[in-house]
């Protein structure tokens, strides 16, 4: 499969003419001085997305057609970085994790890759510089770390660059061979690629052809779910000519209804998404440029004016025409463009050169084109304030402004994604978790999903079963190729014996068909413990009893119809006649299966152990409603709260690690899995030797203790108190029934505000009382006075909506973390 596009190139009528790209530049204002313009010295790029599956195919036939010599990717290194510097230093000089990580953490994350030096984090940020003039430890760390920062790392296959040549390529630049984790050669051993030793940089340099073949995995996930979707309708919806105005994808979207859905799976995506609702294609594109460091400011400014159109005003009236379709908000690099045609008589050329000039921060070449847009401005008519302010914004632009085109691209791709996931879901759910089934967290998390669609999850089956997931009737059945310790090769050999001679009757009869040379002893056992075998009508227990018996018998019976050998169980069939029984055939002999019972608490932690989660039980399904009375939150909603904020949580321990600090302390790595999410919980210090005992996988519990968002991105829960749940029968029934909910009049929240709260407040407050709708009221306290909202103003208590009302400009205390009835 090819995307649509994706860059510039989208910009280009050309491309679009000969379906190179599948977006229309007139209909999405694209221009193509954005693509190509005289003044460029470089070759531009034309950048395509291809399926995974697919790219290295494209990558063959290229090789193929001008030669394997002449064909190679490119390596790319990477280097140190104050954060990675900082630890690696710690470690040599043999300092403990927690000193080294404390420090790494006093460093900011990398902003879209991007770090600062360590001069520079010292200048600006005060708690790191504290340590480093009053802590000898930090100091040593940061001055060996400095020495370290800039300096190559590791080197990898670039992900997407391939260089063509017209000549052997070691003609012009060192070659080697790098090793590809991802493919194996035919005889097993590790497969390798041919890999420039010079990076993208000099590679360009010399003059050598760049081209990008990026591999999108959304695009395989497209392909698949439309495999499915024709294998159980027959008819396969063809994805260059879906209507754009689907009202259930945009419904769906404007839910926040987006796990699965490119570009927009985040969690803030999601919030985004709920804030916007979006209605049109437009705002889809909005939401890919807008949903970037800088530009997320901007998010209810969009999501404000999109509600209330009446209340925008453009600075000059010829802005109109350029950002109406963004709500007034300079959005795209080619609105920029656009203005200074418009505005200050650029030429197209122009104008890119003004785009490259302020999106790279060239001060030299921006002094002059500013006086050229001023002074075109003014030939134009513009008052002087408005020339004044366009040129801050186009200069604040610089950081966040977005490639329309490649937004355009990507929300198209995106809208495909959520059309098949709002129209097919089953279909659709299924391709996606076939597409993640070699990531080990991504499975149980999609699975968990489908649960929350109403989508019924089947266990894997040798009678039905193929490679990947499939769906039908509005199930999903698991793919074999997701169950552990069954390879690509047993799945083959299971599919061929099924065709051979039907569904499998009984563990003997699997045994005896399928090839015990690709299906082993392991493989087999998999799949009886995570289920594959119950259709046969045997218990996994009596299954697993007479494995060792079936496996043998299984062997011998293939062994001898190799050699042309009958048994003597052939003596009045087939085998009389000197020829061997067919498996799966009439002389096959039945033999018992002891009836055995299955524990269900066993044939839970068998599906864990072989397909990575509880399928046909869940140790938390049973007690989930009382669960919820004893936490404040869901483990979902843990990264919406406060950094250091104390919460109780409840869920399945998933995953432990134990391991000992270099001081010789032990210290506990767990994963804490309530259905909703996961979350890395730390338990050490004083708390270890008062709750590690309590914690085992698979154990339910709830655990007290404090939220750690230090590493950007991630959210951890550093635990204080441990308890093993176990509610007793009269607790689930009352969980299960649950009291009457209290009447709406009596569920407020109370704002207290400062008593100069900005004039733009009750704005924004509109914009969370839109996206968390509800049952309680706000009350505003204002010194000695308390303002009821009214109505109109009725907010959900959900720990997401107190963090949004707490993070209001003006607000000096929060609403409180349990409000059902107003009170603490």
């Not at 140790?619 to 669960?627: I, M, Y």
Request: charged share 30%; aromatic share 6%; net charge negative.
């Amino acid at each position: 499969a090819v995307g649509p596009g994706r860059g510039s190139a989208a910009g280009s009528i050309v491309s679009y003419a000969l379906r190179i790209t599948d977006v229309d530049p007139l209909a999405n204002g694209l221009l193509f001085e954005r693509f190509l313009n005289p003044e460029r010295v470089s070759m531009p790029d034309i950048d395509i997305d291809f399926s995974v599956k697919g790219r290295d195919r494209v990558i063959r036939y290229v090789a193929d057609k001008y030669g394997q010599d002449s064909v190679a990717q490119i390596v790319t290194f990477g280097r140190m970085l104050p954060r990675a510097a900082a630890r690696d230093a710690a470690r040599v000089l043999g300092f403990d994790y927690g000193t080294g990580d404390r420090l790494a953490k006093l460093i900011p994350e990398p902003v879209m890759g991007r770090s600062l030096s360590f001069e520079k984090y010292l200048a600006e940020e005060p708690e790191l510089r504290r340590a480093y003039e009053s802590d000898p430890e930090a100091r040593q760390i940061v001055d060996v770390a400095r020495g370290l920062e800039g300096t190559v790392r590791n080197s990898s296959i670039h992900a997407a660059a391939v260089v063509i040549a017209d000549r052997p390529l070691t003609d012009l630049v060192p070659l080697q061979l790098a090793e590809d984790r991802g493919i194996a050669a035919e005889d097993g051993a590790r497969g390798h690629k041919t890999v420039t030793q010079y990076p993208m940089g000099p590679i360009e340099e010399i003059g050598l052809l760049k081209m990008d073949f990026l591999g999108l995995r959304n695009l395989d996930v497209i392909e698949s779910a439309l495999d499915i979707i024709e294998r159980s309708s027959g008819a396969r919806p063809d994805m260059a000519r879906l209507p754009l105005e689907d009202a259930k994808t945009y419904a769906m979207l404007a839910r926040g209804d987006s796990v699965g859905v490119f570009q927009f799976e985040s969690d803030g995506m999601r919030e985004a998404l709920r804030k916007v609702r979006p209605t049109e294609l437009e705002d889809l594109v909005a939401l890919v440029a807008l949903y970037r460091p800088g530009a997320m400011r901007h998010i209810d400014t969009y999501a404000r004016n999109k509600r209330e159109p009446e209340r925008i005003t453009y600075l000059d009236e010829r802005l109109r025409a350029i950002t109406e379709s963004t709500y007034s908000v300079i959005l795209y690099q080619e609105q920029s463009m656009q203005i200074a045609k418009e505005i200050a008589g650029f030429s197209g050329p122009e104008a890119d050169d003004l785009r490259k000039a302020i999106g790279k921060k060239l001060r030299d070449k921006m002094a002059g084109l500013r006086e050229r847009f001023f002074e075109g401005a003014r030939a134009t008519g513009t008052a002087e304030s408005v020339i004044r302010d366009l040129w801050a914004q186009n200069e604040a632009a610089a950081d966040y402004s977005f490639n329309r085109a490649h937004a355009a691209c990507y929300a198209l791709i995106a809208y495909r994604t959520a059309w098949l996931k709002a129209n097919h879901p089953a279909e659709y759910m299924a391709a996606l978790i076939s597409s993640v089934m070699q990531t080990k967290d991504k499975v149980p998390f999609f699975v968990s999903r489908c649960e929350e669609m109403a989508i019924e999850v089947l266990p894997p089956d040798v009678n039905e079963s193929g490679h990947d997931f499939v769906a039908g009737e509005g199930c999903i059945r698991f793919g074999l190729d997701a169950v552990k310790n069954v390879g690509s090769a047993a799945v083959d050999a299971v599919i061929a014996a099924r065709e051979e001679g039907g569904p499998f009757r009984s563990i003997w009869d699997f045994c005896e068909r399928a090839d015990s040379r690709a299906v082993n002893r392991k493989a087999i056992e998999s799949l009886v413990r995570c289920g594959a075998l119950d259709s046969t009508g045997a218990s996994r227990s009596g299954m697993l009893e007479v494995l060792a018996q079936a496996q043998g018998a299984g062997q011998q019976a293939q062994q001898d119809a190799q050699l042309g050998q009958g048994s003597i169980f052939d003596l009045d069939g087939a085998g009389a006649a000197g020829g061997p029984a067919t498996a799966g055939s009439a002389q096959s002999v039945v033999r018992p299966v002891p009836a055995l019972p299955d524990d269900r608490k066993e044939r839970g932690a068998m599906e864990k152990e072989t397909l990575g989660l509880f399928l046909s039980s869940h140790p938390l399904k049973e007690v989930r409603p009382a669960l919820r009375v004893r936490v404040d939150c869901s483990i979902a909603e843990l990264e919406r709260k406060r950094d250091g904020e104390w919460v109780t949580v409840g869920g399945v321990i998933a995953e432990c690690k134990r391991i000992r600090t270099k001081r010789g302390d032990p210290m506990m790595f767990a994963t804490l899995d309530d259905l909703e999410g996961q979350v890395e919980m730390l338990v050490f210090n004083s708390a270890y030797a008062s709750n590690a005992d309590k914690v085992e996988v698979d154990r339910v519990v709830l655990v007290r203790g404090r939220v750690d968002h230090k590493e950007a991105g991630e959210t951890k829960l550093v635990a204080q108190e441990v308890e093993i749940f176990e509610p007793t029968p009269e607790e689930l029934e009352r969980a299960r029934t649950g009291p009457a909910p209290s009447a709406p009049e009596d569920r407020y929240f109370t704002l207290r505000l400062d008593a100069d709260v900005a004039d733009g407040f009750l704005d924004e407050l509109r914009d969370v009382v839109a996206t968390f709708p509800g049952d309680h009221e706000l009350r505003l306290e204002i010194g000695p006075r308390t303002l009821a909202l009214g109505p109109d103003y009725r907010v959900a208590a959900t720990s997401a909506c107190r963090a949004d009302l707490a993070a209001l400009v003006g607000v000096a205390a929060p609403p409180p973390g349990q409000a059902a009835d107003g009170s603490e």
